[in-house]
C-alpha cells in the first residue's frame, strides 16, 4: 500500500520485487496479505528493510 492506493501482487515474491522498485523510488509504503488470507499479516513501513532481506517462502 503507498499513497493511500493498494496494489495486488500475486505472491511475496512479486510483492517483495515491487516494494524494492517503490523503496528506491522513495515511496513510504506497507505491505500485508490480500482481504481473506489466513494467516494474515501487516509489514509496517519501519519493518519494511527487514521484511525484504528475508528469504521468501515458497508456496
Do not use: F
Amino acid at each position: 500500500m503507498y499513497g493511500g492506493m493498494s496494489v495486488e501482487c500475486s505472491d511475496e515474491a512479486g510483492a517483495k520485487k515491487l516494494a524494492t522498485k517503490l523503496r528506491r523510488k522513495g515511496y513510504r509504503l506497507a505491505a500485508r496479505t490480500a482481504d481473506g488470507v489466513s494467516p494474515s499479516w501487516r509489514i509496517d513501513p519501519e519493518e519494511l528493510d527487514e521484511w525484504l532481506s528475508r528469504e521468501t517462502k515458497a508456496s
